[in-house]
């Protein structure tokens, strides 16, 4: 039984080569464009099922559901089986069907947040959010893996940038969308509706993502693209690795220091980055005074400026630095921490806290692009961009699920509650947390300013 579900996963074999160039170009050119759409709008759509829980956390509090401490241990249930799943599904996407390994993943995710919906005791609530967070945890490895198979060295940044704009797609749909439909219909909509987003998508990605070019009859992407890396030329040349020299050069990576220091950078990162996502709807709601849409809205601002800051990421590495990250990782950083200091000492009007959320919006996701993969895989070889991707990924949301704990913890012990059930929070020290965090990610990730490329 196990034997036939890895085989049912794995690479297909490679087909006949195909000797017609015009006829290659053409299929390279239409599946490429399938790709790209199902691991951008497809990770973008299947990441509300990821969020779904930030934006129901006030209606659970407010109806005795759940309290702060219990929704900070589902939330981290989530962030630890995402950081390990993240790790063990990075080193198996080297040697899996990105069609049928992500169309799974994305179904088991879905069903998960619609069987959330009808759960309101913790330890069940806390067994599926975990789940989630494991079928979650194939997303971004499979889809860099699936990247990499259909898009060239030379590209990688320009298309990372252009992926990355997923997360801000989710974000954005998760906060104006699903908070609609939690304000309109209730918390159990919150889970139910982007299950059913869930389950749609997973089938048309399973439509259109295609496995490894060899497995049509084209040539690898760098022999297309005329880019003979050292790496290239093993896999247009040599015989194939096989699964214990693939693993061999996944463990390599742990030699690296430069990704021992990106894996602190990066889970530092996060604990900012899921701190806004996860509480910023019951800061904005209970700090200041705006409605569950409006907060919704006002987070929605810095997804969209996180999608032009992921882009803007991968071009300005790419074109004005030759692809170094360092100090675009500097430049992004300072603005996410204006952003941060915009949002939660500037001056108390909607416009400033709009120009905080921009410009937080804007640096995050473009460090995020960077930390949480591209610039791992950058300085690990290409053959195990997954296994890179996989690393990073344990240290990002164990950072992750920490920060959800902690500021649970810290925001209950700041709540109090008057007679008739009206809660006062107070969100101090959490936001230094928050704050701390992200000013010691960009030390660290400025620390490897001379980190040379692998590739």
């Given at each position: 039984?196990?034997?036939?579900?890895?085989?049912?996963?794995a690479?297909?074999?490679?087909?006949?080569?195909?000797a017609?160039?015009?006829?290659?170009?053409?299929?390279?050119?239409?599946?490429?464009l399938r790709?790209?759409?199902?691991?951008?709008?497809?990770y973008?759509l299947?990441?509300?099922?990821r969020?779904?829980?930030?934006?129901?956390?006030?209606?659970?509090?407010?109806?005795?559901?759940?309290?702060?401490?219990?929704?900070?241990?589902?939330?981290?249930?989530?962030?630890?089986?995402?950081?390990?799943?993240?790790?063990?599904?990075g080193?198996?996407?080297?040697?899996?069907?990105m069609?049928?390994?992500?169309?799974?993943?994305?179904?088991?995710?879905?069903?998960?947040?619609?069987?959330?919906?009808?759960?309101?005791?913790?330890?069940?609530?806390?067994?599926?959010?975990?789940?989630?967070?494991w079928?979650?945890s194939?997303?971004?490895p499979?889809c860099v893996?699936?990247?990499?198979?259909?898009?060239?060295?030379?590209?990688?940044?320009?298309?990372?940038?252009?992926?990355?704009?997923?997360?801000?797609?989710?974000?954005?749909?998760?906060?104006?969308?699903?908070?609609?439909?939690?304000a309109?219909?209730?918390?159990?909509?919150?889970?139910?509706?982007?299950?059913?987003i869930?389950?749609?998508t997973?089938?048309?990605?399973?439509?259109?993502i295609?496995?490894?070019?060899?497995?049509?009859?084209?040539?690898?992407?760098?022999?297309?693209?005329?880019?003979l890396?050292?790496e290239?030329?093993?896999?247009?040349?040599?015989?194939?690795?096989?699964?214990?020299?693939?693993?061999?050069?996944?463990?390599?990576?742990?030699?690296?220091?430069?990704i021992?220091?990106?894996?602190?950078s990066?889970?530092?990162?996060?604990?900012t980055?899921?701190?806004?996502?996860?509480?910023?709807?019951?800061?904005l709601?209970?700090?200041?005074?705006?409605?569950?849409?409006?907060?919704?809205?006002?987070?929605?601002?810095?997804t969209v400026?996180?999608?032009?800051?992921?882009?803007?990421?991968?071009?300005?590495s790419?074109?004005?630095?030759?692809?170094?990250?360092?100090?675009?990782?500097?430049?992004f950083?300072?603005?996410?921490?204006?952003?941060l200091?915009?949002?939660?000492?500037g001056?108390?009007?909607?416009?400033?806290?709009?120009?905080?959320?921009i410009?937080?919006?804007a640096?995050?996701?473009?460090?995020?692009?960077?930390?949480?993969?591209?610039?791992?895989?950058?300085?690990?070889?290409?053959?195990?961009?997954?296994?890179?991707m996989?690393?990073?990924?344990?240290?990002?949301?164990?950072?992750?699920?920490?920060?959800?704990q902690?500021s649970?913890?810290?925001?209950?012990?700041?709540?109090?509650?008057?007679?008739?059930?009206i809660?006062h929070?107070?969100?101090?020290p959490?936001?230094?947390?928050?704050?701390?965090?992200?000013?010691?990610a960009t030390?660290?990730?400025t620390?490897?300013?001379?980190?040379?490329?692998?590739?």
């Amino acid at each position: 039984m196990a034997a036939n579900v890895l085989k049912f996963f794995a690479k297909g074999e490679d087909a006949p080569p195909i000797a017609d160039a015009a006829r290659i170009e053409t299929l390279y050119k239409r599946h490429r464009l399938r790709v790209m759409l199902a691991i951008t709008l497809g990770y973008g759509l299947i990441y509300t099922c990821r969020l779904a829980l930030g934006m129901v956390k006030k209606p659970l509090i407010d109806g005795g559901v759940f309290s702060p401490a219990d929704l900070g241990a589902i939330g981290s249930a989530l962030f630890y089986t995402y950081a390990i799943g993240k790790l063990t599904n990075g080193f198996l996407a080297d040697h899996a069907n990105m069609k049928r390994f992500l169309g799974a993943a994305f179904l088991a995710t879905a069903l998960c947040n619609l069987a959330m919906g009808a759960t309101t005791a913790l330890w069940p609530a806390v067994l599926l959010w975990g789940l989630n967070g494991w079928f979650q945890s194939v997303g971004a490895p499979g889809c860099v893996v699936a990247m990499t198979n259909w898009f060239s060295n030379r590209e990688r940044g320009r298309t990372y940038g252009v992926w990355s704009t997923a997360h801000s797609i989710g974000e954005g749909l998760t906060f104006v969308f699903v908070g609609g439909v939690v304000a309109a219909f209730g918390w159990r909509w919150g889970f139910w509706a982007p299950g059913l987003i869930g389950v749609v998508t997973a089938l048309v990605c399973f439509a259109l993502i295609q496995d490894r070019p060899r497995t049509l009859g084209m040539p690898a992407v760098n022999d297309w693209k005329g880019e003979l890396y050292a790496e290239a030329k093993q896999e247009s040349g040599a015989p194939a690795r096989d699964a214990a020299s693939v693993l061999k050069l996944q463990l390599s990576i742990l030699k690296i220091p430069a990704i021992w220091i990106l894996c602190l950078s990066s889970a530092l990162a996060y604990v900012t980055r899921y701190a806004i996502n996860s509480w910023g709807v019951l800061y904005l709601q209970e700090a200041r005074g705006y409605s569950l849409p409006e907060a919704g809205s006002l987070l929605m601002i810095n997804t969209v400026a996180g999608i032009a800051g992921a882009i803007a990421f991968g071009i300005v590495s790419d074109k004005v630095f030759d692809g170094r990250r360092p100090p675009v990782n500097l430049l992004f950083g300072v603005f996410e921490l204006l952003g941060l200091l915009l949002i939660f000492f500037g001056p108390d009007s909607t416009p400033m806290l709009i120009a905080g959320m921009i410009l937080f919006g804007a640096g995050m996701t473009a460090l995020v692009t960077s930390f949480g993969g591209l610039f791992a895989v950058d300085i690990a070889p290409k053959q195990v961009a997954g296994a890179a991707m996989g690393v990073i990924g344990v240290f990002s949301y164990i950072g992750a699920g920490l920060q959800e704990q902690i500021s649970g913890w810290l925001i209950q012990r700041g709540m109090t509650t008057e007679a008739g059930g009206i809660h006062h929070y107070q969100f101090g020290p959490a936001i230094a947390f928050w704050i701390g965090s992200s000013i010691l990610a960009t030390l660290l990730a400025t620390s490897l300013w001379r980190t040379e490329l692998r590739n």
